[in-house]
């Protein structure tokens, strides 16, 4: 051995020189003194360290189990949303398909209605105008016998040569004038037709 390797040697063994298996075995108090200190180390690590670890633990635990319901409950109600919403949205184009369809069928009655006023609007004018139409034909009738009745007299005096100035006379006169002239043109407006 070198010189060396035996101050280790007797070093290790506190004065003696250790050789084989002993050099990795302790002598018995290294060992009983060794085992009180680790008895005692454990006894207070058991009694105040792992309580104390195991309550920390506990409460991380029980934090992230809180954690896990919580986000179970959270998903649960955002599924339960999800759903209402998806029926709510079901529900307003639903709603909204009504809605256009009860607006399609209200424009439709709304324009027949307007077709039917309008109808009714054109009927009453055109009574309006053929009443007016007739009304003024009548005037012009008047107007035009009135006229045509001086001047057939006029002219019937100029060529009797005798006054007509009777009213009576006059009258018979315009009127079978009149009357003739009527004949003659629901002839000619029969022939043309």
Do not use: C, H
């Amino acid at each position: 051995m070198t010189a060396l390797t035996a101050t280790t040697d007797v070093l290790a063994a506190g004065g003696k020189e250790v050789q084989g298996i002993d050099l990795f075995i302790p002598p018995w108090y290294d060992i009983i003194g060794s085992a009180l200190v680790l008895l005692i180390i454990g006894f207070f690590f058991y009694k105040k360290i792992l309580p104390a670890f195991l309550s920390v633990l506990d409460e991380r635990t029980a934090k992230i189990e809180g954690g896990l319901n919580r986000a179970e409950e959270a998903q649960a109600e955002a599924d339960a949303l999800l759903a209402e919403y998806k029926a709510q949205l079901s529900e307003a184009r639903t709603e909204a398909g009504r809605i256009r369809e009860q607006a399609r069928a209200e424009a439709t009655d709304i324009v027949a209605e307007a077709r039917v006023k309008a109808s009714e609007e054109a009927e009453r004018a055109a009574d309006t105008a053929k009443r007016q139409i007739e009304a003024e034909r009548a005037a012009a009738a008047v107007a035009l016998r009135n006229d045509v009745g001086a001047l057939a007299t006029e002219l019937a005096s100029k060529i009797v040569g005798e006054s007509l100035e009777d009213v009576a006379r006059q009258s018979r006169v315009v009127d079978r004038f009149l009357d003739e002239l009527e004949a003659s043109s629901v002839t000619t407006a029969v022939k043309g037709k």
